[in-house]
């Protein structure tokens, strides 16, 4: 049977506000939904992937945070915000003034996620469902919370942050000290300590860092 998404995400969510965004509404699992408690055994099954746009992350958050607190790192900028997923650091930017904004993610449920969240924040965003790793970008910004959690996909951003930086493209990071993060080729901009779950992570309390990649 084929999924709608829209559908799934209106019955799977609710809308609140990320404890440390919360200028900011979002179509979210929570503890009352069973989306909340399968297994990946489980998402298989009904054929959804891991729903990582239904979690407001810590490194999302943190970058959220620190972009609406720093409007001038995206006002009148043009901006690409990879590995979307709910489209919260993309909401943040257009919030904070970017000329445009475009939320990426290969994820196929995540246009109907960010389309629902754009509405419920008043924002427009265009969306992107194409891999754009390793590809050039016709923006000035790129913005990637939490991007950092598996040594494989992290080895096959680097050399592509490391391309858009040397282009002129400001990259930033939020990541709240996933193993994968490059420390050694980032600066660090600001630190939060950002409430999250002990059901996504090991923690109740995330200490995220946003980072300029140079």
């Known amino acids: 049977m084929k999924i709608d998404p829209r559908r799934f995400i209106l019955d799977n969510t609710d809308v609140m506000a990320p404890p440390h965004v919360p200028e900011i509404r979002l179509h979210l699992a929570s503890e009352v939904h069973d989306l909340w408690l399968k297994t990946e055994e489980d998402l298989a099954e009904i054929g959804l992937p891991p729903p990582f746009w239904a979690f407001a992350w810590a490194g999302g958050q943190g970058l959220a945070r620190y972009i609406l607190d720093h409007p001038q790192a995206v006002a009148g900028k043009t ?23 475009v939320a990426a993610d290969i994820d196929p449920f995540v246009p109907a996620a960010i389309a629902l969240n754009a509405a419920e924040n008043e924002v427009e965003l265009a969306i992107c469902a194409e891999d754009l790793v390793g590809k050039p970008l016709q923006a000035d910004v790129l913005l ?24 002129g493209l ?45």
């Open 79 to 101: 901006v690409v915000d990879f590995a979307s997923g709910s489209g919260l650091v993309a909401i943040a930017a257009a919030k904070a003034g970017a000329l445009s904004v």
């Open 144 to 167: 990637a919370g939490d991007v950092f959690y598996d040594q494989s996909f992290a080895e096959r951003l680097l050399p592509w942050f490391s391309l858009l930086s040397g282009s």
């Open 170 to 214: 400001t990259v930033l990071v939020g990541d709240p000290g996933r193993s994968y993060c490059p420390r050694d080729r980032m600066q660090a901009l600001a630190s939060y300590e950002v409430p999250v779950t002990r059901v996504l992570e090991d923690s109740e309390i995330k200490r995220t860092t946003v980072w300029r990649f140079a």
